[in-house]
């Protein structure tokens, strides 16, 4: 199984990036993904949570910022984020729920 992971970036906050990873060697559509983050020096917390279609944005900060979607033929799930802040800062991972499969990690930096 990979995760491979992509979009990250420096980006002005305001700003706006998306992040996509795409899965290999599980069936996608059955799966239910994740996406976290880790700022420096802090703990890995959840982002949001896709599961097999429906969503869930869990951090309180993220809702109406950031959606996870999935395009199920692509094998990818994707972090749209809008309204980038400073405190937005962190790597951020894609995740196959229960299992221990992530991705690499994308670095996002909010900066002016």
């Known amino acids: 199984v990979q995760l491979q992971a992509f979009g990250g970036g420096l980006v002005q906050p305001g700003g706006s990036l998306r992040l996509s990873c795409e899965v290999s060697?599980?069936?996608?559509?059955?799966?239910?993904m994740g996406w976290y983050r880790q700022p420096a020096g802090k703990q890995r917390e959840l982002v949001a949570r896709?599961?097999?279609?429906?969503?869930?944005n869990h951090v309180e900060y993220a809702k109406g910022r950031f959606t996870i979607s999935r395009d199920n033929a692509k094998k990818t799930v994707y972090l749209q984020m809008n309204s980038l802040k400073l405190e937005d800062t962190a790597v951020y991972y894609c995740h196959i729920q229960n299992t221990d499969y992530w991705g690499q990690g994308s670095q996002v930096t909010v900066s002016s």
């Open positions: 896709d599961s097999r279609g429906g969503r869930e």
């Open positions: 060697g599980r069936i996608f559509s059955i799966i239910d």
